[in-house]
């Protein structure tokens, strides 16, 4: 299969998996169409507000393509993307094959090369007495995060200094005494991360399927995991593509299984580690039994040549173990209550979703042996019942005897359906669609909508998108952009040609936003206090000179045709064109300080009314 065909295998596979959803009660349809707040005849601003929020911004004409096939239409369209035709961003996908692939593909022909390579060089480099190569950007622990404690706290304060937190910036290999051919199977390695970043660059400037685009980039905040966690990029091209992507605006209960099995978030909060401490108690028993067994037969002197020949090579990099030690390892092993807490705080009920430490605990114990087949080497989700705590457990007052896998599926559906829940999803998309302290009013619609339609997104977005709330005054202009929404809407406003989405990857991480680089487990803030300060402010600005300028190699905005001068008249074209004719007139008089057409075009998108949605 060629890699074009692939890209277009996997993206038809999404339409079909958003076309699986579950059946939306008819009365609950009818109901949210009557309530619609969407206005029959809309003016610029209205369709402006409507396409900063649904996506990243208009782009030249699309304001008047909307108004022709009106705004509800619109509306209704983005809330059903499958039926969008997306050929020509297809076509630019095909130019990144490994987003089409799958872990094991990705483990086997781009990461397990580039490791076995460094094995042989540290293992050639030990017996020569010289100093081997040293891998960057290596498996670090998930960092702490403010006020957190207990055992999902833990975590490395050497993690800041981590090449791996390039997390989506893939890098220049650095290893020292790296061969040229670890060096170039490095690079291949960092091809992963390119494609995927670049991609979902590409993606958000060029789909017409823009509310999908905002959905992926909100979802994927909200189950966030960590580029620069150990194995967690090897993951993160499933992750996104099959975990997230299919279910933003499907079943919340779906897409909360799919992250609860993926072993991006298996590994990013250590579940893969987690087991019953009994389980694992009994194991230590049984290996120190067959141990003084062995002894005691003298099966433990030392193996003779042909014995010591047929071991595995040392590796330098991860000393052997005695028996003794192993045994203790198996004996440190024991409950890890990371992904438990998370997943209430995090991912459904809220921090104060009325969970106790005691609920933690069970939930931790629920997944017990959910874990990763060869979680080193791109394996798959398994359920390890060896390991599992088939005990009776205790969550929210719900008593769960259900026993091995089972028990973590029926927590899952617990959480998906608590009314804690259905409000915090429901503040989290109002906060995101609406503004940063969003309408009760709003949030309740929303949140009963999620209960009676059982996690329907699609609804539950819609209540949000169509409410009265959404298309008041107090909304407009009422959400500060963040630096992805602020990157990809100033290349869509200006119309720039973009060849090479490189440069502006590289401008979001300048940003403090890079792709899959939000290291705790809460992903990036989405409120003003997040992002407004003055050195963002001041970085914003020279991110917007660099566009306008041509310094960003394979972006090019047409500069002529939206400024051909800096005389008032192209003052006000630009203005129209990249502000939608409002300026306040101290951002006017800073217009007209401009001293060439791309300082204008720079000073425009700098100015304080772009940075607002």
């Not at 799958?102 to 086997?108: F, H, N, P, V």
């Not at 609920?359 to 997944?367: C, G, H, P, Q, S």
């Not at 429901?426 to 309408?439: G, H, N, V, Y």
């Amino acid at each position: 299969m060629t890699n074009h065909s692939r890209v277009l295998g996997r993206v038809a596979g999404g339409v079909v998996a958003l076309a699986l959803v579950v059946v939306v009660p008819a009365a609950v349809v009818d109901a949210q169409k009557a309530s619609s707040a969407v206005p029959k005849t809309a003016d610029t601003a209205t369709i402006a507000h409507v396409l900063n929020r649904l996506g990243y911004g208009p782009a030249p004409g699309q304001i008047e393509k909307v108004r022709a096939m009106t705004l509800a239409a619109y509306i209704d369209q983005q809330l059903h993307p499958e039926g969008i035709p997306d050929d020509a961003l297809k076509a630019k996908l095909a130019a990144y094959p490994t987003i089409a692939l799958s872990t094991s593909e990705i483990a086997r022909e781009y990461v397990e090369p580039a490791e076995a390579l460094r094995r042989r060089e540290q293992r050639a480099a030990a017996a020569a007495g010289t100093q081997p190569a040293t891998p960057a950007g290596r498996p670090a622990a998930r960092p702490k995060r403010p006020g957190q404690a207990g055992q999902s706290a833990g975590g490395d304060p050497a993690m800041a200094g981590d090449p791996a937190m390039a997390g989506a910036a893939p890098q220049e290999p650095k290893e020292r005494n790296a061969s040229p051919a670890l060096r170039a199977a490095r690079q291949k390695e960092q091809q992963v991360l390119q494609d995927l970043t670049q991609a979902r660059m590409v993606r958000a400037i060029s789909s017409d399927r823009q509310l999908e685009e905002v959905l992926v980039d909100f979802w994927f905040n909200h189950f966030n995991v960590f580029a620069g966690k150990g194995e967690v990029r090897v993951y993160l091209t499933e992750y996104e593509r099959d975990a997230i992507r299919p279910h933003v605006l499907g079943s919340f209960r779906d897409m909360l299984g799919a992250v609860a099995e993926s072993p991006a978030m298996l590994f990013y909060l250590d579940n893969f580690q987690s087991v019953d401490p009994k389980a694992m108690g009994r194991q230590a028993d049984q290996m120190e039994e067959r141990r003084r067994q062995a002894q005691a037969r003298g099966a433990m002197r030392r193996p003779g040549r042909g014995q010591a020949m047929r071991q595995p090579p040392p590796n330098p990099a991860e000393p052997s173990r005695t028996p003794a030690e192993r045994i203790q390892q198996l004996r440190n092993r024991g409950l890890n209550e990371n992904y438990a807490r998370e997943l209430m705080e995090l991912h459904t009920l809220g921090v104060d979703g009325g969970y106790t430490q005691a609920d933690v605990i069970a939930v931790a114990r629920a997944f017990t042996g959910w874990t990763i087949d060869r979680p080193r080497n791109g394996g798959s989700f398994q359920f390890d019942a060896a390991v599992h705590d088939n005990e009776p457990k205790v969550v929210l007052g719900k008593t769960i005897t259900a026993g091995g896998k089972r028990d973590g599926d029926l927590v899952l559906d617990l959480l998906a359906a608590h009314p804690a829940t259905a409000t915090f999803i429901a503040t989290k998309l109002a906060r995101r669609f609406i503004s940063d302290e969003p309408p009760a009013s709003v949030v309740q619609r929303a949140a009963r909508v999620f209960t009676e339609t059982k996690g329907d997104l699609r609804e539950v977005t819609r209540a949000i998108i169509t409410s009265p709330e959404f298309f008041s005054a107090g909304a407009r202009q009422a959400k500060v952009k963040t630096p992805l929404e602020f990157v990809v809407s100033a290349v869509r406003a200006s119309g720039a040609n973009v060849i090479n989405p490189e440069p502006l990857v590289q401008g979001l991480r300048g940003l403090g936003m890079p792709f899959y680089g939000a290291q705790p487990p809460t992903g990036w803030g989405d409120s003003a206090k997040d992002w407004v300060n003055t050195g963002a402010l001041l970085n914003r600005l020279n991110f917007a000179v660099q566009l306008s300028s041509g310094r960003m190699r394979g972006v090019r905005v047409n500069v002529r045709s939206l400024a051909p001068n800096t005389s008032e008249a192209s003052r006000n074209a630009v203005v129209d064109a990249l502000l939608l004719g409002v300026a306040s007139d101290a951002t006017r008089g800073t217009l007209a300080k401009a001293d060439s057409p791309q300082q204008l075009i720079a000073l425009t998108l700098g100015s304080p009314e772009f940075q607002k949605r």
